[in-house]
């Protein structure tokens, strides 16, 4: 059963858009949600992260908006770049076990010059 | 900052073959972890060691052996390893004990294939 979903598995974007990227999760224990970014042939890294007492971050170009209510969160790409080409993944984890996250299956984003 | 070290980057092994895999960071770490990632799949955690001498089991444990040699290296060992399999290994190092926002930091991974 996966824990944390994420849709679209793919999105293609032209340079200058907004990406929006989603997840939803099902343990209602969740309360700390990073994004972690991969390019290929490397392995992920930190890209944003939330705790669900807030229901908005931004770093950037980068934005995550929370809803603790529907267990959704997106993470928005503002003037998206072609070096934001990725694979991008939400993860999940209870408080008092930080360590272990629950990772989303990915969704990989194409932005288009 | 710290790096995270894999060895080796691509291994092909054969059908039933034990292979280790080998992790090692420089960033003082105190808990280490192993992950496994297919296509399509995300990433799941196969072994993790909260601290030095300790070594607890993942999701997908069935199959591997992890030892936490040292509190800079960590490895996994396939014990048989299946026809056909295709894979990427990942380790990663976070600071805290159970801390929240204990981000986590991965190595470039270990690409495996099985003939």
């Known amino acids: 059963q996966q824990q944390v979903r994420q849709s679209p598995q793919s999105l293609t974007v032209w340079e200058g858009e907004t990406a929006i990227l989603n997840c939803s999760y099902e343990?209602?224990?969740?309360?700390?949600f990073p994004w972690y970014q991969q390019f290929p042939g490397e392995g992920p890294a930190l890209l944003i992260s939330?705790?669900?007492?807030?229901d908005k971050k931004e770093d950037g170009r980068f934005t995550i908006f929370f809803n603790k209510r529907e267990k959704k969160l997106s993470l928005h790409i503002a003037d998206s770049q072609p070096g934001d080409s990725a694979t991008y993944f939400c993860?999940?984890?209870?408080?008092?076990?930080?360590?272990?996250?629950?990772f989303g299956t990915g969704t990989s984003l194409l932005v288009d010059p | 900052g710290g790096i995270i070290t894999q060895t080796p980057k691509f291994l092909i092994g054969q059908e039933g073959q034990k292979l280790t895999l080998k992790c090692q960071q420089n960033f003082n770490h105190d808990t280490m972890y192993w992950y496994r990632q297919d296509s399509g799949k995300g990433l799941r955690l196969i072994y993790y060691?909260?601290?030095?001498?300790?070594?607890q089991k993942g999701d997908l444990s069935e199959g591997y052996d992890a030892s936490r040699e040292k509190k800079s290296s960590f490895s996994l060992t396939v014990t048989s390893a299946q026809k056909n399999e295709m894979a990427v290994f990942l380790c990663a190092s976070s600071a805290g004990l159970g801390v929240n926002q204990d981000t986590q930091y991965f190595g470039p991974g270990t690409r495996l294939l099985v003939l």
């Open positions: 343990n209602s224990a969740f309360d700390y």
């Open positions: 993860a999940a984890s209870v408080g008092n076990m930080g360590y272990k996250l629950t």
């Open positions: 060691s909260i601290t030095e001498n300790d070594l």
């Open positions: 939330i705790l669900s007492v807030s």
